[in-house]
């Protein structure tokens, strides 16, 4: 490929992308202070439901993985 073609990324951090950053942080930080209460509040069984939740949120996603792989399959198969 020539290099007039291709496209030049740019090493760049717009105040949007720091922003979003920051927010992440502030949203983990909650969720990890808020499982912390909730563990010294039930005890060890909160980590076991959330291993389960999790578990249950990663078969979701494999599921709809193969779901999507299904449909663009069958539209490659109807053209």
Same mark, same amino acid.
């Given at each position: 490929?020539?290099?007039?073609?291709?496209?030049?990324?740019?090493?760049?951090?717009?105040?949007?992308?720091?922003?979003?950053?920051?927010?992440?942080?502030?949203?983990?930080?909650?969720?990890?202070?808020?499982?912390?209460?909730?563990?010294?509040?039930?005890?060890?069984?909160?980590?076991?439901?959330?291993?389960?939740?999790?578990?249950?949120?990663?078969?979701?996603?494999?599921?709809?993985? /193969?779901?999507?792989?299904?449909? /663009?399959?069958?539209?490659?198969?109807?053209?």
């Amino acid at each position: 490929m020539e290099k007039n073609n291709q496209q030049q990324l740019k090493r760049t951090m717009t105040s949007r992308h720091i922003t979003m950053m920051a927010l992440g942080g502030a949203i983990g930080a909650g969720l990890f202070k808020g499982s912390s209460a909730a563990i010294d509040m039930a005890g060890p069984s909160v980590l076991i439901a959330y291993l389960l939740g999790a578990l249950f949120y990663y078969l979701l996603c494999k599921v709809l993985q /193969k779901w999507q792989s299904a449909i /663009k399959r069958q539209e490659r198969l109807e053209i």
